[in-house]
């Protein structure tokens, strides 16, 4: 680790206790999970569907906490494999962090975007940095993780993996943080977007382009304020080395290297409350959690990751288009650092519906090949689950329950 990157880490080593409670440094009031679990129950058991009148964020803090109620009251989750809440690590929302611990994260961020890469070269003679792995992998196996079987679990796999990373390779002390949709905040008073020492960068320089196209190339998402590269913030000078391949905004080329060649260049964004207003609302939530998209995991994953015939764009693709820019395209969006938060959000809503829906909440549908094109066979909870370097193999049955202990062990707050 560069000299550098270890100083900041060693300073800031108190910023996050066991389980990440707040730093103590900051005088912020702890609480243990059992007295939130007893605070939450009261209001989670008055209201087992949260009124459609709250707002989607109000809702969804009534749905986590349901969550960890009926999680706590499972044997079964509290005792697996030698995880359980009282052990696990929590995963919060980037605005209730504290700026030492955003700082710590973006700190151990930049670390693994300093180290060299791991991927045999032929592999991925574009990558570059330990960073650059995570995004080759995903490039790789596009049309094999997203409108299939293996989407939801994928995904967890890949997120943990990379939270992993920042632990083991980069010092990092915490649990990956998420970013909440529904915060209401627009982005100049997001701690996420604001731009400032302790964010994930705000938007790119103005670029005249003309939106963005989404689903089968039939959803159209006007442009924001942006579309260049990242005008401030602590990513400000990052190099993006992969892709992209598909790119949906209007004049992002495709890389001429190939999707795995070298193509360096700066991060782009082009921040837009667009998708945000349109899919990112609570009667969606409500449908996907408990609604009528809950019924099973193939209408929650459906409705999750969008119904592009009906030019209904989904939770999962809006939240890569509210950055455009490089998150704009399906195979290298995780070149935007906000990638991994997006994806624990993605997470997390697939948590809460499994904690609410205990009874089918291993089942898995879908095939193997993306939206079943070419046609494939179902996917199995056998199937294997393979990042390359960036973490052992693992198999859709082993990655169903974020309390599992092999290799899962936290859950969300």
Same mark, same amino acid.
């Given at each position: 680790?560069?000299?550098?990157?270890?100083?900041?880490?060693?300073?800031?080593?108190?910023?996050?206790?066991?389980?990440?409670?707040?730093?103590?440094?900051?005088?912020?009031?702890?609480?243990?999970?059992?007295?939130?679990?007893?605070?939450?129950?009261?209001?989670?058991?008055?209201?087992?569907?949260?009124?459609?009148?709250?707002?989607?964020?109000?809702?969804?803090?009534?749905?986590?906490?349901?969550?960890?109620?009926?999680?706590?009251?499972?044997?079964?989750?509290?005792?697996?494999?030698?995880?359980?809440?009282?052990?696990?690590?929590?995963?919060?929302?980037?605005?209730?962090?504290?700026?030492?611990?955003?700082?710590?994260?973006?700190?151990?961020?930049?670390?693994?975007?300093?180290?060299?890469?791991?991927?045999?070269?032929?592999?991925?003679?574009?990558?570059?940095?330990?960073?650059?792995?995570?995004?080759?992998?995903?490039?790789?196996?596009?049309?094999?993780?997203?409108?299939?079987?293996?989407?939801?679990?994928?995904?967890?796999?890949?997120?943990?993996?990379?939270?992993?990373?920042?632990?083991?390779?980069? +010092?990092?002390?915490? !649990?990956?943080?998420?970013?909440?949709?529904? /915060?209401?905040? @627009?982005?100049? $008073? *997001? %701690?996420?977007?604001?731009?400032?020492?302790?964010?994930?960068?705000?938007?790119?320089?103005?670029?005249?382009?003309?939106?963005?196209?989404?689903?089968?190339?039939?959803?159209?998402?006007?442009?924001?304020?942006?579309?260049?590269?990242?005008?401030?913030?602590?990513?400000?000078?990052?190099?993006?080395?992969?892709?992209?391949?598909?790119?949906?905004?209007?004049?992002?080329?495709?890389?001429?290297?190939?999707?795995?060649?070298?193509?360096?260049?700066?991060?782009?964004?082009?921040?837009?409350?667009?998708?945000?207003?349109?899919?990112?609302?609570?009667?969606?939530?409500?449908?996907?959690?408990?609604?009528?998209?809950?019924?099973?995991?193939?209408?929650?994953?459906?409705?999750?990751?969008?119904?592009?015939?009906?030019?209904?764009? +989904?939770?999962?693709? !809006?939240?890569?288009?509210?950055?455009?820019? /490089?998150?704009? @395209?399906?195979? $290298? *969006? %995780?070149?935007?650092?906000?990638?991994?938060?997006?994806?624990?959000?993605?997470?997390?809503?697939?948590?809460?519906?499994?904690?609410?829906?205990?009874?089918?909440?291993?089942?898995?549908?879908?095939?193997?090949?993306?939206?079943?094109?070419?046609?494939?066979?179902?996917?199995?909870?056998?199937?294997?689950?393979?990042?390359?370097?960036?973490?052992?193999?693992?198999?859709?049955?082993?990655?169903?329950?974020?309390?599992?202990?092999?290799?899962?062990?936290?859950?969300?707050?």
């Amino acid at each position: 680790m560069p000299p550098s990157f270890a100083a900041k880490l060693s300073v800031r080593k108190d910023c996050y206790l066991h389980a990440q409670t707040p730093c103590a440094s900051f005088g912020i009031m702890q609480i243990t999970l059992s007295a939130a679990i007893a605070l939450f129950s009261a209001a989670g058991q008055a209201l087992a569907v949260p009124a459609p009148t709250l707002s989607a964020d109000e809702i969804l803090q009534q749905l986590n906490s349901q969550s960890l109620i009926a999680l706590n009251s499972t044997s079964s989750a509290i005792a697996s494999r030698g995880c359980s809440l009282a052990n696990a690590y929590a995963r919060r929302d980037w605005n209730n962090l504290s700026s030492c611990q955003r700082t710590a994260y973006i700190d151990a961020v930049q670390c693994l975007m300093s180290k060299p890469s791991k991927a045999d070269p032929t592999f991925a003679p574009g990558a570059k940095t330990r960073y650059d792995d995570f995004v080759a992998v995903h490039i790789n196996q596009t049309l094999s993780i997203h409108g299939t079987g293996n989407f939801l679990t994928w995904h967890r796999y890949f997120t943990w993996a990379y939270e992993t990373a920042l632990r083991d390779e980069c +010092g990092y002390k915490g !649990a990956q943080p998420y970013w909440n949709w529904f /915060d209401g905040k @627009d982005f100049a $008073s *997001s %701690p996420l977007f604001d731009g400032s020492p302790t964010s994930m960068s705000g938007d790119g320089s103005f670029v005249q382009h003309n939106g963005s196209l989404s689903g089968t190339n039939n959803i159209f998402l006007p442009s924001g304020n942006g579309g260049g590269c990242l005008k401030d913030g602590p990513f400000v000078n990052m190099t993006a080395n992969l892709g992209p391949v598909s790119p949906g905004m209007d004049g992002l080329a495709a890389s001429a290297t190939g999707p795995l060649g070298p193509n360096p260049r700066c991060l782009r964004r082009d921040l837009t409350k667009y998708s945000i207003d349109t899919w990112m609302t609570a009667s969606n939530l409500l449908n996907v959690t408990v609604g009528a998209a809950s019924v099973s995991v193939e209408t929650f994953q459906n409705e999750l990751q969008g119904r592009f015939g009906d030019q209904f764009l +989904g939770m999962h693709a !809006a939240g890569h288009f509210v950055m455009g820019g /490089d998150s704009s @395209d399906l195979f $290298s *969006s %995780p070149s935007d650092p906000i990638f991994f938060l997006h994806h624990a959000m993605v997470d997390r809503l697939y948590w809460v519906w499994q904690a609410l829906h205990l009874d089918i909440a291993k089942n898995i549908a879908g095939t193997i090949t993306i939206l079943n094109t070419p046609p494939s066979r179902d996917a199995l909870l056998t199937d294997v689950i393979n990042l390359g370097v960036n973490a052992p193999e693992t198999t859709i049955g082993d990655s169903l329950s974020t309390l599992g202990g092999t290799p899962f062990c936290y859950y969300y707050l």
